[in-house]
Each structure stands twice: as C-alpha cells, then as structure tokens.
C-alpha cells in the first residue's frame, strides 16, 4: 500500500517564493542605478521611504499618477521584447507627473504573471530602471504577484505609480491665456496608446510581428514596440525658464480629448495639421484600417506627444529649450475663444 502524503507546499500549488526572492536580489542593481536625492533605504523593506527635503523641496505638494501599458503588452509577450514595456510603464506615468509641474521623484511598479519566470521579469523591471533614470526618479519598490490560475502560459501584467512633487503654487495649469502658442513635442510611435486598433488592422492585414515592417525597417513588432518618449526633462525645463502655462499628454482620446482638459473654460485650441511631419505608422494606420481623420486624431497621437502651452511672445525661446533637451519640436497652433480642438490644414 501506498503511503499517503498529507500536506501540501506552496511551490506544489505554483507559488516559488525562491524565484520571488531571487528575482529581488537580481534587480536590486537596477533599482540602486535609479537613487536619486532623497531616497532612504533600498529594496526589501515592507515600505519605501522618501525624505522631501533632502529632496530640495520647502513647500511641497504632492502629485500621484498611475497607469499601466495597455495591449501593448500582448505585442511585447508575443514577440520576447520585453524590456521597452518598462520604459513605456514609467514614461506612462511620469509624462502625467509633469503636466502638473511636478518633479518626478519615485516609481513603484506591479508585475503580475500566472507562473513567475525571473529571467522575462528581470528584462521588464530593468527597463523599468532605463525609464526612472532616463525621468531622474528612483526605483524604490514594487510588488511581484505569481498567481497560478489568473494568468496563463508567459502571460503577464504591469501596473506603474508614480509621486512627485511641486513647490506650493507653482502647480500646473495656470495663466493659459488666448493667443498662446502650442508647441508639439514629437513622438516616439504610438507610444502606449491605441493598441488594441492596431493590432486588430494589423491581424486584418494577416500580417505577423516577424513581418516586414510596412512603413519602416526592420520587423512589424520591432516597429510598434518603440518605447514612449519619457519628456521630464524638456517639460521641466521649459515650466522653469520658458514661461509654459501648461502640458497636455497626448494619451488616449488624442489630441482632440486632452488638450481641453488644461484649457480653460471658454478657451480651445486650434491645430495646424501640416504644421510637423505625420510618422509613416499613422499614414499607414489610416490607409490599411480605413480609420477616418477624425478618428485618427482621437485615437492616436498622430506624432504629437506632449503639448506645452506658451505665452506667443516666448515661443521661439521654447523651442529652443524644448531642443536643448534632445526634442523635436515646433509651433501647432494656438488658444483661441470658444472650446474644443479644431483643425485646419487637413483632412480633419
């Protein structure tokens, strides 16, 4: 007979706390990569500090963001990319920070998956650490949820939250006046938003990510895996020496549904479409899917990753400081009387 074992472990149940605590050890290099003025104590901890005045901050306010990658994700699985995710998580965040005028200054991420494989979840989370220094923000903890039954086969998910900080009235937006320019920062691609359209006129199109890329080099997935342009740096700069009232990120809802939610009442925005260059990804997006301008516009940034808002006088000066930070900008338009966006010089 048989003798019969009577208790369960939790690796029998599809739980390795030994991967969770290796996988900790091996990305503590990266998280260390990361620290930055103010942080207190690394990685392991039940909680995270962080000391806002050996920050440099006086007065400050706190400003929270959170967010994730969307089906960007299912591109990134599919193909073994991983590590772009990480900046994208971050930059997700981060580029939401700003727009209130807040400095950047600590990241958590969430990374949740059916069966835990160290090696996937390390390529993620030192991109992670790319994304925080490239925003100048610390990596200072996280959680990793192995969750058998929840998520199948390499399948994985990532949530981000971020906080900075901004020194008591100097929040963003403010003093956004009529006549003020519009400077469009570039795009890196489709950034994180809009994927689930993509990958549908792409599985349309019966194409694979092993593709040839249709309106670049490379491959097909290579090409939508470019990570979102992370503009800490430039947005900073420019809210400090080149008068910006105000940042829209350009996420979901385009930049037809996030312009107006800096603009004040009784004030929109008017866009000059052949202003910049459109990327060949969104001619193709319209062209293959049959996606209308106007839907084009609110589903995608269309190459338009972030708008400052500047005083008409100090426009050029933005431009430069925009340049001095390593981006493409130009002027876009402009705030006008009434509300909404609306745009000439295309299709729109």
């Known amino acids: 007979m048989t003798e019969r074992r009577n208790g369960l472990s939790y690796a029998e149940a599809g739980v390795s706390i030994e991967a969770g605590d290796a996988l900790v050890e091996a990305i503590k290099p990266a998280a260390a990569s990361t620290e930055r003025p103010g942080v ?3 990685l392991g901890g039940f ?13 400050p306010v706190l400003v929270a963001a959170t967010d994730g990658v969307g089906t960007k994700l299912r591109i990134a699985i599919d193909t073994g990319r991983l590590s772009g995710v990480g900046i994208d998580l971050v930059a997700m965040c981060v580029n ?27 390529q993620v989370i030192e991109g992670i650490a790319e994304g925080c220094r490239i925003a100048h923000c610390a990596l200072i903890g996280g959680e990793t949820a192995e969750m058998p039954g929840m998520y199948h086969g390499v399948d994985f998910d990532l949530a981000g939250f971020a906080v900075g900080a901004v020194e008591r009235g100097a929040t963003l937006p403010a003093r956004i006046m009529e006549g003020d320019a519009l400077i469009g920062l570039a795009s890196s691609g489709a950034h994180s938003n809009g994927y689930s359209l993509i990958r ?28 979102t342009r992370i503009y800490v740096t430039a947005c900073l700069a420019l809210a400090r020496r080149g008068g910006a009232a105000g940042f829209a990120h350009i996420t979901g809802g385009g930049l037809t549904g996030n312009l107006p939610r800096i603009l004040p009442e009784g004030l929109g925005a008017e866009i000059d479409l052949g202003s910049w260059a459109r990327p060949p990804l ?8 049959g996606v209308d301008e106007a839907e084009m516009l609110r589903a995608f940034n269309c190459g338009i990753g972030l708008v400052a808002i500047v005083p008409a006088d100090r426009a050029e000066e933005a431009l430069a400081i925009a340049a001095e930070a390593g981006e493409q900008a130009q002027i876009v338009g402009r705030v006008v009387a009434g509300s909404g966006v609306a745009y000439h010089g295309g299709a729109a």
């Open 96 to 122: 939401d920070l700003v727009c209130q005028g807040a400095e950047p200054l600590f990241f958590l991420d969430y990374y949740a998956t059916g069966k835990l494989d160290p090696v996937a979840a390390a």
């Open 282 to 289: 969104f001619d193709w997006l319209a062209a293959a899917g």
């Open 40 to 42: 207190m104590e690394g």
């Open 47 to 59: 909680g995270a500090l962080f000391d806002l005045k050996a920050a440099g901050f006086r007065d």
């Open 200 to 227: 549908r006129i792409v599985a349309d199109q019966g194409l694979g990510w092993d593709a040839p890329c249709p309106f670049g080099e490379g491959d097909l997935g290579a090409a939508l895996l470019a990570p």
